[in-house]
């Protein structure tokens, strides 16, 4: 009888080790789908910022030419002789508290600040971007 018993308790300690070993299937498998569907929602949030990045590469790009237009077009009094227009916008140092305060000259034209303030901003946005995508 005592065999018989023993036998017994290997059936059930098999069958106990079965459920266990399911339990923890279903488990990583929920795990797993988790993971995936952390995945896909990372690579949508990816997508928008490289969408948002091209939108802001070609808003800046208008910008650029607006501002070699006003320059051309005498508007610019303060700018002129500065050199090339690209060193406008660097825009303001990694380190500058306020990405929206401006770090060229002005000259007195409200476009030409907004202009200037868009393209500050844009760079302060693209940093941002990049910095969050690990590409700065």
Known sequence: MAAGGG??????QCRAEVERLTR???EANREKIRA???GLVVLEEN???KQ???DLEAEQEALRQELEQLQEAGGLHPLQGMGDVSE???GPPASSPEVGTSQTPHSGSESVRDTQA???NWEGTARALLSEQGVA
């Open 7 to 12: 036998c017994g308790e290997t059936v059930e």
């Open 24 to 26: 923890e299937l279903a």
């Open 36 to 38: 995936a569907e952390c």
């Open 47 to 49: 997508q928008t910022l």
């Open 52 to 54: 948002q990045y091209s």
């Open 88 to 90: 406008i916008w660097a």
């Open 118 to 120: 868009s393209a500050e």
